[in-house]
Each structure stands twice: as C-alpha cells, then as structure tokens.
C-alpha cells in the first residue's frame, strides 16, 4: 500500500462490497488487513485476487495470508 488513508479505505470498501465478506479493516501501519469472510463463497486465493486487482492491479500485493477458524 503506499497511501496511509485512501489506499486502505479503497480496499476496505471494495472488500466489504463483495458478495460472502461480512466485514473487512485494512490496517496501513502493519500493511494487513483482516476479512470476516464466508469461507463458502469465497476462498482465501480469491479473496487475494480480488485486492490485487483493485487499482491498477500493481499497485497492491498480498504477501501472506493467515486464516483462524
């Protein structure tokens, strides 16, 4: 992410629009989000998908991604 405020917000907002995520917060400070999901409809791979496409599809990564049950 390289903007504190509107590259989290961005993301946030556009994973809370998708069909099966309940709730998401993008941390900027610690470069992680956390995503309340419905493991039914969506899996962690899209979910990845999903945030690298957002912009310009280069502008944001996922390097790691830890599920808890």
């Given at each position: 992410?390289?903007?504190a405020?509107?590259c989290?917000?961005?993301i946030?907002k556009k994973?809370?629009?998708t069909p ?6 993008v ?8 995503v309340?999901?419905d ?8 979910l990845k ?5 957002c ?5 944001y990564?996922?390097?790691a991604?830890?599920v808890?049950?």
């Amino acid at each position: 992410m390289t903007c504190a405020i509107g590259c989290a917000k961005t993301i946030e907002k556009k994973l809370a629009e998708t069909p099966g995520v309940q709730k998401a917060k993008v941390d900027f400070e610690k470069k992680q989000a956390t995503v309340h999901f419905d493991a039914d409809k969506l899996s962690t791979n899209q979910l990845k998908q999903f945030v690298e496409s957002c912009a310009d599809g280069k502008t944001y990564k996922v390097t790691a991604i830890k599920v808890s049950l």
